[in-house]
């Protein structure tokens, strides 16, 4: 906000399909968000800004309401009547976060960081060029935070040792082989190390044991 002037931002993850948030974080906080969403999705299809990422697959740009309305159009759009100007929301500044690491989300399903003002100046060129510059230090910042609130359960020094192997490519049996154990025996690590990471697959655990893997 120091660096971009505005009233708000909004860290949302949303699911377009389902027409549900999964991820809310705002400041200051809007106590109101969840009574006010039925609105929000009752307009969003019809909202060019809103829906734009749905519309055309374009998940790096950073864009601004004014690249889809005038703005006497944006103040005739259901979205704004009913949404945003009971707020004393004029102009919004908004981009997508990308996923990872893990499983990207399903479809639908985007983070979205929005910058909101109220009546005055529209956010200018090189606001929208420095949040674009500062994109993937924001991503950086939103990982450290969910390793933080989510911290990847430790593994026993041989539980390591073994997903390392997994991770190089090897198959139960070459991984027994180099390790000194029987097959089973790495079927029964394996068991264990997806019950401690709450995962179902190798890859799954790969990615969530190693985060900074490349």
Request: glycine letters at 8%; charged letters at 25%; aromatic letters at 8%.
């Amino acid at each position: 906000m120091g660096q971009i002037r505005c009233d708000r931002i909004a860290l949302s993850g949303i699911d377009t399909i389902r027409q549900e948030t999964w991820l809310c974080q705002e400041t200051p906080a809007d106590p109101d968000d969840e009574v006010t969403a039925p609105t929000y999705w009752k307009h969003y299809k019809d909202c060019k800004a809103c829906s734009y990422r749905d519309r055309s697959g374009d998940l790096r740009s950073v864009t601004k309401v004014s690249d889809f309305y005038s703005l006497r159009q944006w103040h005739s759009t259901g979205m704004y009547t009913d949404y945003y100007r009971p707020y004393g929301i004029e102009h919004l500044l908004g981009l997508v976060l990308p996923a990872g690491p893990g499983p990207a989300p399903g479809p639908g399903q985007t983070l979205r960081l929005g910058f909101v003002r109220g009546p005055g100046p529209e956010f200018s060129e090189r606001d929208r060029a420095l949040l674009a510059l500062l994109r993937p230090h924001l991503h950086q910042a939103y990982l450290d935070a969910e390793q933080r609130r989510h911290p990847v359960p430790q593994l026993t020094p041989r539980q390591k040792d073994l997903l390392r192997l997994v991770a190089a490519g090897h198959t139960n049996a070459q991984i027994a082989w180099r390790l000194g154990i029987s097959e089973g025996t790495v079927r029964i690590h394996l068991q264990n190390i997806y019950a401690r990471l709450h995962v179902s697959s190798r890859t799954a655990a790969v990615t969530k044991a190693f985060p900074d893997r490349p």
